[in-house]
């Protein structure tokens, strides 16, 4: 598929095993895909997501992917991002998020391998004792 997925963790549930949404680039010549997912986790849900992209070596390809993400009053989101694309290819993400009163995001986003890897965050901590993390490694 080239589409994301949507995800939607209802509030109070505490998903016990990581969720993994996985970008795997299969071509074998120069193309673009696009991919955009979106998570919401409710109101005092726990949910970590590991979101993985992968793809060829030698080929010159782009991947252009984005994630919106939703974390409800009180909830926790961990997020774990990798990119270990071709050497090759172009990887742009974005990556939007929405944090609510009490809630919790710690983010983690590690890049190798692309010719040229960026990531673009947007962070919203919309009420008192909304709290970010964010971490990184090249």
Known sequence: ATDGVVV???????????????????????TASYARSAVQIG?????????????????????????????????????VDIAADGDRSQ???????RIAAGATLDHLAVRAGAGLSRLQGFVSLEGEGAKLTASGAN
């Open 8 to 30: 939607i963790v209802p509030a109070g549930v505490t998903v016990s095993k990581p969720i993994e949404i996985i970008h795997v680039s299969t071509t074998a010549e120069a």
């Open 43 to 79: 109101a005092g849900a726990t949910a970590t997501l590991v979101v993985t992209r992968t793809g060829p070596l030698g080929i010159g390809y782009q991947a252009n992917t984005v994630l919106g993400l939703s974390v409800g009053e009180g909830g926790r989101a961990t997020v």
């Open 91 to 97: 990887h742009l993400a974005t990556f939007s998020a």
